[in-house]
């Protein structure tokens, strides 16, 4: 665990997955699974966002990212799409993306779990020295915000409606997108983030769905909108919906 850890903050650590598939694969996880999801909690999972991605950029020259997470939902057997889950730990999995990588998330994901040729612990070993080096000197502005700045958000929703929307996409797959055009995830404010994950919660459990698999993907092109792909998921179900998702022309162009 501890060669994993990369840095921790007051409720997230960044580490490295067990079976890294690029070097640009590191999870934001919680430090105690029993942590509520709440203002300071977000607050502090955007903060190591945004310093991940500044210690990313430093390292490997990574200018664009994806994440993917699950929500009361566990990668079964080939896991063709997502990552294979490690715990039962709340888990973000961030993919930067640079010119040059010598594979990419969308071609590992592409295949069955057992077949995925993820980076040798060893060949990591200089990257994450300095990965742990920039995170350590790393120390962006969007820290958390105070408690007046959040009674002032939540005043202007109820004044200007909500932080978010979420749009029927589908069977069994829903977007959720903030109110604000924003274009990148370093945008968000955790008011934002919450009212997301709230807009995640209630989403509806039709015909066995248990759970979800998440893509966070941020535009590519001017007026298209920071969206998180949720798709609904079943130890039943007879297709895999992230096999369609990721050979959409929005997703693949972020992950291939």
């Known amino acids: 665990m501890s060669r994993q850890l990369l840095y921790r903050s007051g409720f997230w650590e960044i580490a490295r997955p067990r079976h890294p598939l690029t070097a640009g694969h590191v999870l934001i996880r919680l430090s105690d699974p029993s942590t509520e999801f709440a203002h300071s909690s977000a607050a502090d999972w955007l903060f190591c966002h945004t310093l991940l991605r500044a210690a990313l950029h430093e390292v490997l020259g990574v200018t664009r990212c994806v994440v993917m997470f699950a929500h009361q939902w566990h990668p079964l057997g080939s896991a063709i799409g997502e990552p294979v889950a490690e715990s039962s730990t709340p888990t973000f999995h961030l993919f930067g993306r640079w010119d040059g990588e010598t594979t990419t998330p969308g071609l590992q994901l592409s295949l069955p779990a057992h077949r ?115 798709l609904g998921r079943s130890v039943a179900e007879e297709v895999n919906p992230l096999e369609a998702l990721l050979r959409s022309p929005e997703v693949s162009l972020a992950l291939l």
């Open 116 to 230: 995925r040729a993820g980076v040798p612990e060893q060949e990591l070993d200089g990257t994450d020295a300095a990965l742990r080096d920039a995170l350590r000197g790393g120390r962006p502005d969007a820290a958390a915000t105070s408690a007046s700045d959040l009674s002032a958000a939540v005043e202007h929703v109820s004044e200007s409606g909500p932080l978010v929307r979420t749009v029927d996409a589908g069977p069994r797959h829903a977007v959720i997108e903030p109110a604000r055009h924003l274009d990148s995830i370093r945008d968000i404010q955790p008011a934002e983030l919450l009212a997301m994950g709230a807009a995640l919660g209630a989403l509806p459990l039709p015909g066995g769905v248990s759970g979800f698999s998440c893509v966070a993907v941020e535009p590519e092109d001017a007026g298209v909108p920071l969206r998180v792909h949720a």
